[in-house]
């Protein structure tokens, strides 16, 4: 976390003006997410995963991941599933049920629910701090597990900073706007950070925070 301010900060020294950073109202996705099924997403412990083998259906049905990222299949019993992609578990299943058990077995495997992501809020916030995110958690529910804004907090300016395509980039939101349903409430994915403008947060970033233009697309830092 503080190698990333500090770059943030470096950058922000440096960086020219905002006025070329195009205005969009749709957000990229990140590299890793527990909203929208990604062909990079690795399974984590806890995960909710649905498996389904074709013409079995005793062995399909979901299946969670353990504490220790197994799971336990009728036939081939406990199976390691942490780390792989939905893609690569596929394959793995079905690798396993055709040595000994179905003739070319056809498995799928979707993350249902990805129970090991984190968000962190931090800035001006009144208990700032990593939290667990389940299921679909826009940016006020986000901004909420934090118990809301701080006395000091400016709510026009919440900037998320998120990794896209290998690169961490950023974008800035109304709060106000999205609480008066002037403005969409965006989705927070698992690694988001999301910081809220104010004195605590000017602390760390200076006038960095407020450097990102409101509804920017998300810009490279």
């Not at 195009?22 to 909203?35: H, K, Q, Y």
């Not at 962190?120 to 701090?129: A, F």
């Amino acid at each position: 976390m503080l190698a990333m301010v500090c770059l943030v900060l470096a950058i922000g020294a440096c960086q020219s003006e905002q006025s070329s950073i195009p205005m969009a109202t749709t957000l990229e996705v990140p590299d890793n997410t527990s909203l929208i099924q990604s062909g990079d997403l690795r399974i984590a412990p806890l995960d909710i995963l649905q498996i389904s083998v074709f013409g079995v259906e005793e062995l399909s049905g979901p299946y969670q991941v353990d504490y220790l990222g197994r799971i336990k299949l009728p036939l081939i019993g406990e199976i390691d599933a942490k780390g792989f992609t939905a893609i690569e578990l596929a394959a793995l299943l079905e690798a396993r049920l055709g040595e000994s058990y179905l003739q070319d077995p056809d498995v799928n495997v979707i993350v249902d629910e990805s129970l090991g992501q984190q968000v962190t809020v931090e800035g001006s916030v009144t208990k700032p701090g990593l939290f667990p995110i389940q299921g679909r958690v826009s940016l006020l529910q986000a901004i909420a597990m934090a118990e809301g804004p701080s006395e000091t907090a400016n709510p026009r300016r919440v900037v998320v900073f998120r990794e896209i395509s290998g690169e961490r980039k950023a974008a800035a939101f109304d709060l106000v706007a999205i609480r008066n349903g002037e403005a969409s409430d965006p989705f927070i994915y698992g690694n988001d950070i999301v910081v809220v403008d104010g004195s605590e947060a000017r602390r760390t970033y200076g006038d960095f925070i407020r450097s990102i233009p409101l509804l920017a697309l998300f810009v490279a830092l």
